[in-house]
């Protein structure tokens, strides 16, 4: 009975291709976020969704983009990928009350390496 | 300046001793401050809330000090299990959590 998952675990490709990421989470939250943890271990926001809205949009390059087709569910595609974006990708919920975000649950991340 | 600032370390102690260490922020409206922990390889984990007037979850105790905006954890009696990278948390009033890069501790027997 995992809260937040995502898959794949791991996910080698090449410069050049695009790929996606999948989040689901079964807590009933209504918001889930994508992070990316870099070789530097800083963990940066990269986009929220709040019941299948975008909320948070930080300086992410437009080939990635992500999509919730339901407030359970927040994937993330990735077109044309570089060296840079291999890292650990963390999806993430929370139910968010007023003042701001409670708790946030981690999914286990993915871990990207771009050749 | 980054939002969350840490000291990244490493802290190496022995088992038993008392390990602290603070973070600071720059954002004075910042209304919600959390320690996370994260282990090798893995996704983090919510450690405690921190709240005004301090608090303490067990052998764990968190201050914070919206005046000088830094928050402080302190681990008492650490055992091997806490060897862990402790993230400091800090929200404004809005949907998004700024992290810090992570304190690093290991506990050695």
């Known amino acids: 009975d995992t809260a937040v998952s995502q898959t794949p675990k791991y996910l080698v490709t090449q410069m050049g291709n695009d790929k996606s990421i999948k989040c689901e989470q079964n807590?009933?939250?209504?918001?889930m976020y994508w992070y990316k943890q870099d070789s530097k271990k800083f963990l940066k926001i990269m986009f929220s969704?709040?019941?299948?809205?975008?909320?948070i949009n930080e300086t992410v390059p437009n080939r990635f983009s992500p999509k919730s087709p339901d407030k359970a569910h927040l994937n993330l595609h990735i077109n044309s990928l570089e060296l840079g974006d291999s890292a650990v990708y963390f999806c993430?919920?929370?139910?968010?009350?007023?003042?701001?975000?409670?708790?946030?649950?981690f999914g286990p991340g993915t871990r990207l390496t771009v050749l | 300046r980054k939002e969350v600032e840490q000291d990244p370390g490493p802290f190496n102690v022995p088992e038993g001793a008392t390990v602290a260490f603070n973070c600071t922020y720059s954002n004075s409206a910042s209304q919600s401050f959390f320690w996370y922990r994260q282990d090798c390889r893995k996704e983090p984990k919510l450690l405690m809330s921190?709240?005004?007037s301090g608090n303490e979850d067990g052998r764990f105790t968190a201050q914070l000090n919206r005046a000088s905006q830094y928050i402080s954890l302190l681990i008492r009696d650490s055992k091997l299990s806490d060897s862990a990278t402790y993230l400091c948390v800090v929200n404004g009033n809005d949907y998004k959590l700024s992290f810090g890069a992570g304190t690093t501790v290991t506990v050695r027997a």
């Open positions: 921190v709240y005004s």
């Open positions: 993430a919920s929370s139910q968010v009350e007023t003042g701001g975000p409670d708790t946030q649950y």
């Open positions: 969704y709040n019941n299948k809205e975008l909320i």
């Open positions: 807590l009933g939250h209504d918001t």
